[in-house]
DNA sequence: GCGAAGTTTCGGAATTTTCTGAAGACTATC
DNA sequence: GATAGTCTTCAGAAAATTCCGAAACTTCGC
């Protein structure tokens, strides 16, 4: 099946928007490939033809994506080659990976309020720790409250 | 008031993990060094001496704090330079920043499913639609209860 | 106005990140 | 176990980001 221009256009776009929110470029490029394809599983010599990249590039861009939990392998025992496809519902797990994130901070944030006496400062980071331990605590149900809905 | 060592080592600190959450590096730490002062206000220089970085640095950073409702300007009137602080609540609205982030990539993906007809791709993109329109949606509200939690 | 102190802007340098191309490793088939 | 195709790793190159320093600009006090 062949992409028409509009469908590579939108995924070029969407994988500039996926960058602007931090992710590595061609990680986002490879991410879209696999977003928008009507392909059940694709390999990387597939993707990488069709972004005109290095296979080098696609090594790294797809196991970045698979660490995230965006795709996964495809066991298709008579080809060489090795297939992946999206996986179901990576959205939610993508936005807990954050999660990882806010703990470093958090943790930096302690060690803020050991090594400072009582004052302004000792309040502002109280106030900050308060913050991200709030919603490292609510996050989880939003989800939660997400796969509850769609599953109706 | 002289920061003592273990002060500066635990601002350096949550800089870097700041750092790795995707701020820029100055900023980062310029925002540390509102963080973990009692002074009620700092200038420009005064940071830029703290961390000895030049003041076209300091001049960016704050810039951009400034931009993201980190800090604030503070009138001094008997002062020739510019004082600032950083905000009270600034947590909050810092991460509602993020939505425009969501925002771009909710428009990219609506341009996706424009430009396909029925199918996995498309599937996939309303799902992945539905998913930051939930996010975009919940995440007002969750502030609004850490504000209420904040004020109890 | 004039001078001093502070701030912003801008070009260039240095660091960091990212991509490629080539070489080596792995796997399935024969 | 040889071979052909695919993937991974690595070093170097290219690109982008970030920082500094100098110069221009603003503001305040005199």
Redesign the pocket.
């Known amino acids: 099946m062949t992409d028409d221009k509009s469908r590579r256009d939108a995924a070029e776009h969407l994988a500039l928007a996926l960058t602007q929110s931090g992710m590595?470029?061609?990680a986002a490029r490879v991410l879209a490939a696999f977003l928008f394809t009507d392909e059940p599983s694709l390999?990387?010599?597939d993707v990488a033809k069709q972004l005109?990249?290095?296979?080098?590039?696609?090594?790294?861009?797809?196991?970045l994506l698979d660490a995230l939990g965006m795709v996964e392998r495809v066991p298709v025992?008579?080809s060489?080659?090795?297939h992946f496809r999206m996986r179901a519902e990576p959205w939610a797990d993508l936005y807990s990976k954050q999660n990882t994130v806010i703990d470093l901070i958090l943790q930096s944030t302690d060690r803020g309020i050991a090594a400072v006496d009582d004052g302004p400062a000792r309040q502002r980071l109280e106030h900050m720790r308060d913050f991200y331990t709030f919603m490292l605590s609510e996050i989880p149900a939003l989800l939660e409250r997400f796969e509850a809905r769609r599953a109706k």
Do not use: F, H
Request: net charge positive.
């Open positions: 590595q470029r061609m390999t990387a010599g005109d990249a290095s296979a080098g590039s696609l090594s790294g861009a797809i196991k025992p008579s060489r080659s090795e």
